[in-house]
């Protein structure tokens, strides 16, 4: 592939031009595109390159034999003829134009096996020996409605099959054509293209014209090529989406294209999502791509969140590499409509989440990524809302709530996200110990609210400083005094601070607050003074302990309180939820092989994520949701989950299925949580402080290979399943 070749040297290499090749192979580079004559020192310049390979010339042109369509039939089938002796030197080519054919030549690669054929076998027959020798076909502004594979024309240089009826075309009519240069199929009725219909490995097309078809997808692999190509053109079509049907990905190792790619006036609204479409890493990885030019003119761009990483990226290349095309305007939201694409300003591309997102009909939620945040507004509320939206693009949140009428500050399954609460001027009575601890690095405003008068100590280990409390008359006692060592830390500019009520004192500020004020001490007999160091010591060390031991205090607790639920009750969606590290594949076998199985043999009604959850769905939305409607949790415990757990802190089986599980063991007493040491795991290996607490106090099913007593254990530490007419039921190992 001589002309390959110089497309090679050419783009890739920059050195020479193709007239040191003169006419390798059937290319010419014109004279015209050597603008190193009167400059040989001159840099090859993309205008050359454009010259010398996209407008090159074959060495036959204006040389071809002309083959003559004689049809065979009314239906528009048809032969083609030479009125002149086959001669082996020739090149020909094939031009019917405005004619009344409905299928290409049955003669032509022997495609129809229609009995015309056998009429005609003969003529068939004679004409296999033009295959090798056929350059050019024109079949333009015909009635043609299929194309089956024309492979046996190796030579074939152009082929235009524009203006017909033409509906879908297959990745097998040309893909053995690595001759074929140029391909016109615009002005037909394509509805749907097979993936890499032209860019096998095979093919070294220039130029693809599928203008003003009826294309709705357009798949990633006719988009754009490992070779060099001219243009790739989709103008006017109706495509809203890309498409991977094939999972390709980018390859690391190779330099794609370089092309220009055409989209003109077609449907798209966003942005293509490349790094979703292409499994990238990061969007830095589309730099393999950078040669390419994908021209998204005349569409309606809406130019919201889903915008911004793009944004971003095409910033960065307006400091190398400009081209026209990437003035691509919006067309939504109306207050950016017009505006230039590179003109815009991230901050102003946001989208705005609706209740199909888990957004609450209270609330207005907006994500804006170029501050990687969505913020959430809500009025008319009396609690915290249950949940809010999972943003893909966003990983903090921004909630206010403020003049609201919600009494209980909680902890809420998002709250690990929120960096920004304002619940100033509701009617809080209450601040939950745990919720403080979760909001522990997170600005927050509570501000105004008359009813509180006491916050937990945990508040002390707070940034005073991004903790707003002005109007709060908060009770400062001998109960209090950690107040004085927590405003002593820190003086903050323009700081918002309570007021004290101190006993027998009424009304004073935050930091006029101290122990001299109180009288806390009391005097006691002499003799009681070794009783109350023994006590204290006593109480010391039962605290150390039953700190060190709370979980395993805790899980003990909960389950000697376990309610036991009437089995044939269905109070729940689920009878069982099953967490595991699913890209373990020898854990994954065992589990959808026996431990599923054997659950569902027994009458359980068993919800397993990878399975269960609806694709494209938000995963954590929808986990929370189910694990709240679940009776009993399956955890199984390995090695690699932990390890990924090491390496990954947003790992989500740690921060979202085990969270999720726990939370709603720990809360309702109706529900079990069963662990599965899958890998004989000591609490020791284990960073997770309740699961290690499990495995310490012994409330495990240990695995192993040869216990066949397994599945008789994770039946006994869970409920029976609703209305399981044997408790004992047969299972399989």
Known sequence: MTDYICMIILIVSFGGNCLDTHCQGYLCCLDLCDITKDNPTAPLNEKFEQCCICASQKTWSGKEKELLIEYIGVSGKSLVVDPEKFNDSNVYKIEHIGGIMTEIPSDVCSWDSDTVLEVFLRQVYEFMKYWLHIVQIDFSFNKIRKVESLNCLRKLYQLDLSHNKITHLKNTTINQLAHLRHLDLSFNEIMSMDPACISQPTQNLFYADFENNKLPVVDVTNSFSVNPFCHINYTSNI?????????????????????????????????PDFQSLLGLSNLAELGQLVSFGFDFRGIQLDCDCYLEPFLS????????????????????????QGVKVPNLDPYDLVCTLERDADCP????????????????????????????PNSTLSRSISLKLSNNDIQILSNKPYLYKVTFLDLSNNLLEQVNDDAIAVLE???????????????????????????YMEGLHLTCGCQELWIENWLKVKKCDDEKLFKCTIPDLGIKEAREFSSSLLDCKQNLPIFLVPFISSVLATLTICGTVTFLLRYEILILFLRVRQKKVDNTADRFQYD?????????????????KVLLPNLEDNRYRVFLPSRDIPFGSRRDNVLMKTFAK??????VLSEKCLAQHEHQRDRSWSENEWKCAWTSFKYCK???????????????????????????????????????????DIYNKLDPAPNQMDAKASYIV
């Open 361 to 388: 009909q209270e609330c207005t939620c907006i994500d804006r990524p170029s501050t990687n945040t969505l913020f959430v507004n809500c009025t008319n509320l009396k609690t915290l809302p249950e949940f809010l």
């Open 576 to 592: 069982v939820a099953i967490t595991f590290d699913e890209e373990d594949e020898k854990l994954r076998g065992w589990i959808l």
């Open 630 to 635: 679940t009776r009993s949790f399956l955890v």
């Open 313 to 336: 990226m095409v910033q960065e290349l307006k400091s190398f590499l400009w081209r026209d095309y990437f003035n691509v305007a919006c067309a939504n939201p109306p207050s950016l």
């Open 441 to 467: 690095n997170a600005t927050l405003h509570i501000s105004n609210n008359v009813r509180l008068t006491q916050l937990p100590q945990r508040v002390q280990h707070r940034n005073l400083c991004i903790t």
């Open 670 to 712: 109706m529900k079990t949580l069963v662990i599965i040491n899958y890998d004989h795991l000591a609490p020791s290996d284990v960073s997770i402080k309740q699961i290690a607490a499990f495995l310490r106090v012994g409330h495990t099913v240990e695995f192993g290979n040869y216990d066949a007593q397994i599945m008789d």
């Open 239 to 271: 495509i809203d989406k890309f498409v991977n049907e094939q999972g390709f990905t980018l390859d690391a190792n190779k330099t794609y294209g370089p092309g220009f790619v055409s989209f003109n006036f077609n449907n798209f609204r966003t942005f």
